[in-house]
């Protein structure tokens, strides 16, 4: 079945860095990728929208400038966190969904830690 | 504007007993209808998926939903709970434009 590919796994790191997560789709091809972010104990939050090709379109409340995303091609969509703050620290899933609107495939997810 | 409501940020249910956790939609077109899961500290779960056919589908687990095209609904349903069945649901719609999760449900299934 198809899988998505989310990396790293965990990051730990310094506040003022910078983290890049990759989130790839190893046997299909994904038009549209979306980023999630999740605390303990609560549900996900849709950050992102990605779309192959143009720019991700942002929740309400998500700083474009905080959480770059690019999606240049079909099989890799990557979120950086920029200027990493404590606060930042949190779970992070991407999601793919399939040709022809299929079901999401998910990432095993990104655990930050700023410190 | 096209959206998506769990209404509840928790059911409680006793084991046995029937559960029901509910999704209602607003999409233009037809939608493509989803319920994923979340068991503790592990990654989302597909459960099933409505696209067409028989409004009721059956999924993972024992678990089926009902699409109610005229309440714009797609209750998540389980005849008998299990403890084994508390973790987060989500429902997932896809319309014409692409849209996607409910803000979740928190089952937890009493002994």
């Known amino acids: 079945g198809a899988v998505v590919s989310q990396h790293p796994s965990r990051v730990i790191c310094k506040s003022g860095t910078s983290v890049k997560i990759e989130c790839r789709s190893l046997d299909f091809q994904a038009t549209t990728m979306f980023w999630y972010r999740q605390f303990p104990k609560q549900s996900l939050m849709l950050m992102a929208t990605s779309n192959e090709g143009s720019k991700a379109t942002y929740e309400q409340g998500v700083e474009k400038d905080k959480f770059l995303i690019n999606h240049a091609s079909l099989t890799l969509s990557t979120l950086t966190v920029t200027s990493a703050h404590p606060e930042d620290s949190s779970f992070y899933i991407c999601s793919a969904r399939g040709l022809g609107g299929g079901k999401l495939f998910f990432g095993s997810g990104t655990q930050l830690s700023v410190l | 504007a096209q959206s998506v409501a769990q209404p509840e940020d928790q059911v409680n249910v006793a084991e046995g007993n029937p559960l029901t956790v509910k999704c209602t939609y607003s999409v233009s077109g037809n939608p493509y209808l989803f319920w994923y899961v979340q068991y503790p500290n592990r990654g989302l779960q597909f459960l099933l998926k409505y696209i067409t056919g028989d409004n009721l589908v059956k999924g993972s687990y024992g678990f089926e939903a009902e699409f109610n095209k005229s309440q714009t609904s797609f209750h998540l349903k389980k005849p008998s709970a299990l403890v084994s069945d508390s973790a987060l649901y989500f429902c997932?719609?896809?319309?014409?434009?692409?849209?996607?999760f409910g803000s979740g449900t928190r089952l937890q299934v009493q002994p």
């Open positions: 997932d719609v896809m319309g014409r434009r692409a849209l996607t």
